[in-house]
């Protein structure tokens, strides 16, 4: 129980234990004050367990922004690879281990679903025979 609790309870024995005249208005006055001082309380308690529960909740939320902190400074850390969309002029990055990648491996602009990568050299192009060793200016109908 909490001291706030305490000393309420303790006001409401002294006015049950005192036989407080109720019909007065000076033992109502005093009545109410100790309901008002009882609710009070209650009201305090309350606040009080859900600061808890949000701390914890806080709590939870930091650890895992300081997860996702580690996870992108160990992505902004890495070797990375810029390339310029050929549609749509987006730049986009990607990591540069992909460049030595056995598996064929395409890098398409997020934002216009173009392919701005193949780590094939021999088809790097996307015309078949072109053989440049990067996108050609080559409309796709020809």
């Known amino acids: 129980m909490s001291p706030l609790r305490e000393n309420v309870a303790y006001l409401q024995g002294l006015v049950d234990g005192s036989k407080l005249d109720t019909s007065k208005d000076e033992g109502r006055v005093i009545k109410d004050i100790i309901n008002a001082l009882s609710d009070v309380a209650d009201a305090i308690e309350n606040l009080d367990d859900r600061q808890t529960d949000l701390e914890s909740y ?8 300081m997860d996702l902190e580690e996870d992108v400074l160990d992505v902004l850390d890495g070797d990375f690879t810029e390339v310029e969309c050929p549609d749509c002029g987006e730049v986009v990055c990607f990591d540069s281990s992909i460049l030595d990648d056995e598996d064929l ?4 602009c997020p934002n216009c679903d173009a392919v701005v990568f193949v780590n094939d050299y ?10 440049e ?10």
């Open 105 to 108: 491996i395409e890098v398409t």
């Open 122 to 131: 021999e088809d790097c192009c996307i015309h078949e025979g072109c053989g």
């Open 58 to 65: 806080v709590d939870s939320i930091d650890e895992g922004l």
């Open 133 to 142: 060793d990067d996108f050609c200016d080559k409309d796709e109908d020809d």
